[in-house]
Structures are given as C-alpha cells and as structure tokens.
C-alpha cells in the first residue's frame, strides 16, 4: 500500500470547517483513499473513502486531486466532539488489512 | 444494533503470565481483525480472520502470540510468557467481507483491551 503524509496536528474553531490534508503521491490506480477517527480511548471509527471523485456522506466530504497524488478531508462545521486523531490510509481494492500512519491530532477550540 | 465488543476492557499482568483477550464481533461479520497500538501510534495489524481460519497472519510479532476463532464468531487472541514490551491496547474489529460498491469493505472497530505487563 502507497505511504502517506499528514500533518501532526491541527486546531480548528468550533463551527468552523476542519480541512484535514493527506499526500499519497504513489498511489497506485487501484488503490482507495480512506480515512477513519479516533477518538481518545476509543477505537477507530470510519468516515469517508473514495477513489477518483469527490464523496460526502453525512460526516464529512473527501475531495482528491485530479492526479490523486493529494486528498483533503472536509469537516464542514467542527463541534468539540470532532476532536480526534485522523487517519489517512490508501488501501488497494480488496485488500483486507489496513494500515495507519502516525494521523493527525485535530483539536477544536471553542 | 450492537457493535464490536471486547472483554476485558483492562487486563494487568506480571511478566512471564498467560493472557487471553476476547473479541465478539458485530453478528454476520464474516471477517474479524486484531491490530495493536502502543502510545501515541497507529493501529498495527495483527492478524486477520475470514470465518475460521486465518487468512492472514503476517503481523504477529513472535510464535508467542496466537489466535483463534473456533466457530467462525468469538475470537481469542492468546499471548504466552508475556513481555513488558507486550502492553498496548489490543484492538479488535469486523467487517462483512464483501467487496461493495467503491472498494473494500469498512472495518467496525471495537473499544479495545489495554494490557499492561508489569
């Protein structure tokens, strides 16, 4: 599976959109971009993933740059419950495992 | 409905002791899944279960660790003589196994036992 990069840590205001990034720049065509959370003493928790074209669901959006080297995920107004370590993670079609980078921390401020 | 569930949440132990940590995934989940995680790391698979056998089993560190799922649902993970180096949380999750609509499918993760080897 393709590596990636994500920043350590973020801060966000409360009610403010959260855009989280991700660079995957060997991702390989066959391989997904997801993303999941985790929130302290929890496990992690799904969110969003996608191949080639933008997604939203009723969490978030994930948009992925036309040569799908980069990815950003989209918290569109960030309550204090947002605050977690996100995962980026690029996951070829069909694999079962997945694997976590180090995230990022996101913090929301009130 | 209900989700992964492990038992138990903590476990405490000496070095050198036996340990077994539960994991009962969410009902009709086919695949089941461990992974560890140490202090401020990701997840790092373990092992990985379709039904009875394990498929996959590339991630556990040494022939002390071990795991089965006898009946295709509850899983045990076993570790024997255990390590200091062995305390982390031990996470467990499933997933229905198959492959929909946009690529694999997603993994329910359970809250996790936290072992401390002392």
């Known amino acids: 599976d393709a590596k990636t990069t994500q920043p350590p840590s973020m801060d966000c205001a409360e009610g403010r959109a959260a855009n989280l990034p991700c660079n995957h720049s060997?991702?390989?065509?066959?391989?997904?971009v997801y993303w999941y959370r985790q929130i302290h003493s929890q496990g992690p928790q799904y969110i969003i993933h996608?191949?080639?074209n933008n997604e939203t669901n009723e969490m978030a959006s994930l948009i992925i740059t036309e040569d799908r080297k980069s990815s950003t995920l989209i918290l569109p107004h960030a309550t204090l419950r947002d605050t977690a370590v996100y995962y980026c993670?690029?996951?070829?079609?069909?694999?079962?495992?997945?694997?976590f980078g180090q995230g990022t921390r996101l913090t929301i401020n009130p | 409905g209900a989700g992964v569930s492990q038992t138990p949440s903590n476990k405490v132990t000496e070095k050198g002791k036996y340990v077994e940590l539960r994991c009962d995934p969410i009902?009709?989940?086919?695949?089941l899944y461990w992974y560890r995680q140490s202090l401020g790391q990701g997840p790092e698979f373990l092992i990985y279960f379709q039904g009875t056998g394990a498929a996959d089993d590339s991630g556990l560190p040494n022939d002390r660790f071990f795991a089965v799922r006898p009946e295709g649902s509850v899983s045990t993970l076993k570790i024997q003589r255990t390590e200091r180096g062995d305390s982390a949380v031990y996470l467990c999750?499933?997933?229905?196994?198959?492959?929909?609509?946009?690529?694999?499918?997603?993994?329910?993760f359970g809250p996790g036992t936290r072992l401390t080897v002392l």
């Open positions: 009902s009709g989940h086919t695949a």
């Open positions: 996608g191949l080639k």
């Open positions: 060997t991702i390989s065509g066959n391989e997904y």
């Open positions: 993670i690029v996951r070829v079609e069909g694999a079962q495992k997945l694997v």
């Open positions: 999750a499933s997933s229905p196994n198959h492959v929909a609509a946009g690529g694999a499918d997603t993994q329910y």
